[in-house]
């Protein structure tokens, strides 16, 4: 008896579960923890996005009301701020802001393309529609405009991720990078200034 147990141990420890879901679970728990947290960091970031596009659209409301002046867009920021950091502390908010005199300006200036290869080369004319002095792919103007121009204001928001397992949108950062944008027509609170558009030719 006593001399085949040496070779009955070995058989019995292979045929015994017990402890085997305790090795399962060990191994199953980092990967379920990962999927939680990257889960929650999901939707998270779906929650700020969406309180970031309804601070816009309500700071887009508020410009074309209350104009252009400094205090008026200074307190509109603002309130953009309040609203994203309401939900995400440290949260840093940049506001970006351009203006045109109308919907068709909002294009590359024309130009005449004399060699036909749609590009402007130097020495080709083009309409200053910003009156700068340069040929602009964008000819939009750093402000919020005047009375019935057309603004385009957003709002980029940059936050850490509450559990940075796995950065979301980039591998190399665990930094969040948001953005919101909205487009409106000023009310005409005033009279439109809509200079001349010059032709240079240099």
């Known amino acids: 008896m006593s001399g085949g147990l040496p070779q009955a141990l070995p058989c019995r420890l292979a045929r015994d579960r017990r402890g085997a879901t305790i090795i399962e679970f060990a ?19 779906v929650y700020v996005q969406s309180v970031l596009t309804g ?14 002046t400094p205090a ?3 307190a509109i920021h603002a309130r953009v701020e309040d609203m994203v950091q309401a939900v995400m502390p440290q949260a840093t908010v940049r506001h970006e802001q351009k ?21 402007r080369d130097p020495g080709e004319c083009f309409d200053d ?16 405009g005047g009375p019935n121009d057309i603004t385009v204001y957003t709002a980029r928001v ?23 944008t909205t487009v409106f027509k000023n009310q005409p ?7 001349p558009v010059q032709q240079i030719c240099s």
């Open 72 to 74: 008026s867009i200074d």
């Open 189 to 195: 609170f005033g009279t439109q200034t809509v200079s």
């Open 27 to 45: 191994l199953l728990l980092p990967v379920m923890l990962l999927m939680l947290f990257s889960l929650f960091d999901l939707c998270f970031q």
């Open 99 to 119: 203006s045109y005199s109308s919907f068709s300006t909002m294009a590359p200036e024309r130009f005449i393309d004399a060699n036909n290869n749609h590009i």
């Open 158 to 180: 940059t936050y850490s991720q509450p559990f940075p397992l796995i950065p979301i949108g980039n591998f190399l950062s665990n930094d969040v990078a948001l953005s919101s």
């Open 129 to 144: 529609v910003n009156r700068n002095g340069i040929w602009d792919s964008d000819p939009a103007i750093s402000t919020i």
């Open 55 to 68: 601070a816009v659209q309500r700071a887009g409301r508020d410009l074309t009301l209350e104009g252009g």
